[in-house]
């Protein structure tokens, strides 16, 4: 049996950018890419990947655009959130060719939540990959939520930041995983302020909940991007999809060494 190569492509917003130049950089090393999966940002890139976009479109439209732009502003009395999100979904659904998930290139899972039940739900199978892709990517507070089969469905990375063990599951033997949300070590707080003491607060325990299941990958890819990629802003997308790249080369070695023990072969 052939053995499978898996990308899962973390959440973080407009840092996630950086998965085009991680992904670029795969191909450009001859790593197959078998099965992905995706939450949020991850979802995004992996599901529009999944169906043969070429990606260096999607850079360029990234750094050529102004991204307020899609965002269709709600209201949050009525709508759960600020940012309607038909726009973004268009916008999936133009570079997915409208497909669905068995239509596409490249096996591909994607992740919400259940905000009512916090059930994780993994979509890979009979819907159209834009519609799943704008349950993962709702942030909540930020885009309103979408009901999929009763299920009011939110951002994915809430509870799975970087779907591995899905992978794991679907039949990958090896699990490169991409977090883009990753911020680096626990840093002092100089002058306490109530943004960094919350923004912390936050971080830690996104950090404890997705510690665990980050360990199911046996590559971590963790592009820094922090610095220069902040709200929805694609202002920086040139540098972001550069870090991207850099960080995967970074691991080349150890990822080749690894696809050697497992008798995976590179793509010629």
């Known amino acids: 049996m052939t053995?499978?190569?898996g990308l899962a492509l973390g959440a973080g917003g407009v840092k996630g950018i950086a998965h085009i130049g991680v992904i670029q950089a795969l191909e450009e090393n001859g790593i197959p890419i078998d099965i992905i999966s995706g939450s949020s940002a991850g979802?995004?890139?992996g599901a529009i990947y999944a169906c043969g976009t070429d990606l260096s479109l999607l850079g360029k439209f990234f750094s050529s655009v102004n991204?307020?732009?899609?965002?269709?502003?709600a209201l949050p009395r009525t709508g759960?959130?600020?940012?309607?999100?038909?726009r973004m979904q268009e916008l999936v659904r133009l570079f997915t060719h409208d497909k669905t998930f068995e239509q596409a290139l490249i096996p591909f899972i994607c992740m919400a939540v259940d905000v009512e039940t916090g059930e994780l739900i993994t979509f890979s199978k009979e819907r159209k990959l834009h519609e799943c892709v704008r349950a993962s990517m709702s942030i909540p507070g930020v885009f309103v939520p979408i009901r999929i089969d009763g299920k009011l469905c939110v951002?994915?990375?809430?509870?799975?930041?970087?779907?591995?063990?899905?992978l794991r599951e679907a039949g990958a033997d090896v699990v490169i995983g991409v977090d883009v949300g990753y911020r680096g070590e626990h840093r002092p707080i100089n002058q306490p302020t109530m943004r960094n003491i919350i923004d912390n607060t936050l971080e830690i325990m996104r950090w404890e909940i997705a510690r665990l299941r980050l360990e199911q990958a046996d590559v971590m890819l963790c592009p820094r991007t922090f610095s220069f990629m902040h709200g929805f802003s694609t202002e920086n997308t040139v540098e972001c999809i550069a870090e991207g790249r850099r960080a995967a080369l970074e691991a080349m070695p150890a990822i080749k060494t690894l696809l050697e023990t497992k008798g995976i072969e590179l793509v010629k």
């Open 3 to 5: 053995k499978k190569v």
């Open 43 to 45: 979802a995004i890139i």
């Open 67 to 73: 991204s307020r732009g899609y965002l269709d502003m």
């Open 80 to 86: 759960g959130g600020l940012v309607k999100g038909e």
């Open 155 to 166: 951002d994915g990375g809430v509870l799975e930041r970087v779907p591995c063990i899905q």
